[in-house]
């Protein structure tokens, strides 16, 4: 596994853990990796038994784990289909993060660093300040004044300091860059610039094709950054390459339609997704107007691997309520798949996955 800058191809320094290229300020993102099925090591902790796919993190300490990964996958009735959805609520901290923080925790533990700052609507920060108490690291978080309460307390209950930030989910962003220039020594565990979240994100995928015995025919998943979905894109394509799979399945990223700029990018273009502005959503996980990622994710959708879908912001809450009454009990971000469903499975083949990201449990409104 390699990590290269995209503008200028240099390699990810060995020392640090720069979120941009010290060259020339380009994202660094990873280049594909391979899939090992007799590499896969239960006696590691969580999604850590997938620690082949991680070996260009060189990291060689034990992992910073809370047992993340292994999450269920359970069938139910939807528009007259079953359905498997991915519990990714039921991760440590009621999140998909916990894929991510994991290596991010591990990866900064190992580069020595013992204190870090995150920017986040809730859920990557509450993921980040976990993994960061269990590793020893200390975690500052960067919020909006918005954020739903019971993520805010969970960052703070576990030991990390909160900063709130008025106005929009960029100008949190802008107030820890701000912060991280004047200071010395202290890493950004970016969860959108670092690359080192995207083969946790993938394990998802590994898991899926094991609980199924194949690969889905399509898979469905809230996209505000869009990791989760390139990271498990990734990972079935590593999949596809290792023999196991024939094929990977439809990518679908659900938005909501007021905030909706990867699907604005594959329908109308770069000129359209440049003029986004960001708008009020209760998909608060995925208010994100401008995903760094999003060259590679339009990529994959004009591979043919793609697609994006708009939720209108009326359908959000009736998707929560309609997946409580299968006993699924998840935030409103994830309740956008049930939409995404509903506009797209007749077309779908089967098994469709849609994956439900985060805890009901974490919004309070």
């Not at 793609?306 to 997946?323: Q, S, T």
Request: proline fraction near 7%.
């Amino acid at each position: 596994m390699t990590f290269l800058c995209l503008d200028c191809g240099l390699p990810y320094p060995p020392e640090g853990a720069p979120h941009q290229c010290p060259n020339c300020g380009g994202l660094f993102d990873v280049q594909p990796w391979d899939f090992d099925l007799a590499q896969v090591d239960d006696s590691q902790p969580g999604l850590w038994r997938y620690r082949h796919t991680f070996s260009g993190l060189h990291v060689n300490l034990p992992p910073v784990s809370l047992g993340e990964g292994s999450t269920p996958l359970i069938f139910a009735e939807a528009f007259g289909r079953q359905v498997a959805f991915k519990c990714e609520f039921l991760n440590p901290t009621g999140s998909f993060k916990d894929r991510g923080s994991t290596l991010i925790a591990t990866f900064l533990k190992s580069r020595g660093f013992t204190t870090a700052l995150e920017d986040s609507s809730g859920n990557a920060g509450a993921s980040f300040a976990a993994y960061a108490a269990r590793g020893g690291l200390k975690a500052e978080i960067y919020i909006p004044v918005a954020a739903s309460g019971p993520k805010r307390t969970q960052i703070e209950i576990y030991g990390a300091r909160v900063h709130p930030v008025s106005g929009s989910r960029a100008a949190v962003t802008e107030a820890l860059e701000c912060a991280l220039a004047a200071r010395v020594g202290v890493a950004y565990a970016s969860h959108a610039a670092l690359p080192v979240n995207l083969p946790g994100y993938a394990t998802t995928a590994y898991e899926i094709f094991e609980q199924l015995g194949t690969a889905p025919g399509a898979v469905i998943v809230p996209a505000g950054q869009g990791g989760l979905l390139l990271g498990m894109y990734r990972g079935f394509d590593a999949l596809r390459r290792a023999g196991l799979i024939a094929s990977i399945p439809r990518m679908v990223g659900a938005q909501p339609r007021s905030c909706s700029p990867l699907w604005i990018l594959s329908t109308q273009g770069w000129q359209a997704f440049q003029q986004m502005v960001e708008s009020p959503t209760l998909a608060e996980g995925v208010r994100v107007t401008k995903p760094l990622r999003a060259a590679a994710l339009r990529k994959m959708a004009e591979a043919g691997h793609g697609e994006f879908v708009p939720v209108e912001e009326e359908a959000i809450l009736w998707g929560r309520d309609e997946l409580a009454q299968r006993g699924l009990y998840v935030e409103p971000t994830s309740a956008l798949v049930w939409s995404a469903l509903k506009q797209l499975l007749p077309r779908l083949a089967d098994p469709v996955v849609a994956v439900l990201t985060g805890s009901g449990l974490k919004y309070s409104r």
